[in-house]
């Protein structure tokens, strides 16, 4: 069984910083690209990062852009989100989500199960 | 950026009704797009991906169709159990991600 396992979540001061852990077991992590999806309380789902699996490059979206990084370590099956500069609009749940990247059959499967961060003062 | 719009917001259905649930892309995504099941306290579960093509392990009495800037996804003979967020996808700009507003089915 995929599984995704994320830690690290927690309550930060306005301009700190968090770091974001993601266990992954039950498939081979280094052939998948891996992102993190955020969603705030009663909102959307968003989008917030993506690393690759062959070449490690990163994207990111514009809210977040300059102030978070991810990174992955194969050797440990680990996904990280480093996040800096912490605003009160970046509390929510953060989900790991394991990237299958097949033309139009792209899909994000599986989710772990969240981690809250909030941020407040 | 490709904006997602999801209608409706909410819905209110009951038990075997049959509910479909909109998702309008701002452009032509072909069939780059999927479809997430999101109960309340839990994360996003997959249903359909490429548009139509059911998740191993779904329910036949979830559906999907569309292509370009018109998706939709239909839940028939509705259950208790269907009750949650249904959230669309779009893949169309990899790696840059969008989903739509979501749409809360209550039973």
């Known amino acids: 069984e995929e599984l995704l396992l994320e830690s690290g979540g927690g309550v930060v001061q306005p301009g700190g910083s968090l770091r974001l852990s993601c266990a992954a077991s039950?498939?081979?992590?280094?052939?998948?690209?891996m992102s993190w999806v955020r969603q705030a309380p009663g909102k959307a789902l968003e989008w917030v990062s993506t690393?690759?699996?062959?070449?490690?490059?990163?994207y990111f979206a514009d809210s977040v852009k300059g102030r978070f990084t991810i990174s992955r370590d194969d050797s440990k099956n680990t996904v990280y989100l480093q996040m800096s500069s912490l605003r009160a609009e970046d509390t929510a749940v953060y989900y790991c989500v394991k990237n299958r990247i097949v033309g139009s059959a792209t899909r994000f499967d599986p989710w772990g199960q969240g981690t809250q961060v909030t941020v407040s003062s | 950026d490709i904006q997602m719009t999801q209608s409706p917001s909410s819905l209110a259905a009951s038990v075997g009704d049959r509910v479909t649930i909109t998702c309008r892309p701002s452009?032509?995504?072909?069939?780059?797009l999927s479809w997430y099941q999101q109960k309340p306290g839990t994360a996003p579960k997959l249903l359909i991906y490429?548009?139509?093509t059911l998740q191993s392990g779904v329910s036949s009495r979830f559906s999907g169709s569309g292509s370009g800037t018109n998706f939709t996804l239909t839940i028939a003979g509705l259950q208790p159990d269907d009750s949650a967020i249904y959230h669309c996808l779009q893949t169309f700009s990899i790696p840059y991600y969008t989903f739509g507003q979501g749409t809360k089915v209550e039973i």
């Open positions: 690393i690759s699996a062959s070449d490690g490059r990163t």
């Open positions: 039950g498939f081979t992590f280094n052939v998948f690209a």
């Open positions: 452009q032509n995504i072909n069939n780059y």
């Open positions: 490429a548009a139509s």
